[in-house]
Nanobody
Framework: QVQLVESGGGLVQPGGSLRLSCTFSGNHFSFYTMDWYRQAPGKQRELVATMSTGGTAIYAESVKERFTISKDNAKNTVYLQMNNLKSDDTAVYYC??????????????WGQGTQVTVSS
């Protein structure tokens, strides 16, 4: 069974930085596409960044040039480096793992979320 645990959230001033981590417990981490989502109060959960198994990163327009997703297969961990944070980035951030490859479907698995608050 896959478990995901996010960490690294907190309170930061506008313009500041945070690095979120998502640690994967289970088998075959390298098979999974890893995503970061966020959900602000009163809003739908939205995709922030995706890291494919091949290392391709895709970002939401709102975070391009500011956020960077990376993956360390040796540590079974995916990261989200967030720079130049804005108040609109305030949300609970979730990690998701999923495999959709041909007939192989695993997940999706979600973490419990970590709160990011951007405020002066």
């Amino acid at each position: 069974q896959v478990q995901l645990v996010e960490s690294g959230g907190g309170l930061v001033q506008p313009g500041g930085s945070l690095r979120l981590s998502c640690t994967f417990s289970g088998n075959h981490f390298s098979f999974y596409t890893m995503d970061w989502y966020r959900q602000a109060p009163g809003k739908q959960r939205e995709l922030v960044a995706t890291m494919s198994t091949g290392g391709t990163a895709i970002y939401a327009e709102s975070v391009k040039e500011r956020f960077t997703i990376s993956k360390d297969n040796a540590k079974n961990t995916v990261y989200l480096q967030m720079n130049n944070l804005k108040s609109d980035d305030t949300a609970v951030y979730y990690c998701k793992a999923e495999v959709n490859h041909g007939v192989l479907h695993l997940g999706p698995y979600w973490g419990q979320g970590t709160q990011v608050t951007v405020s002066s």
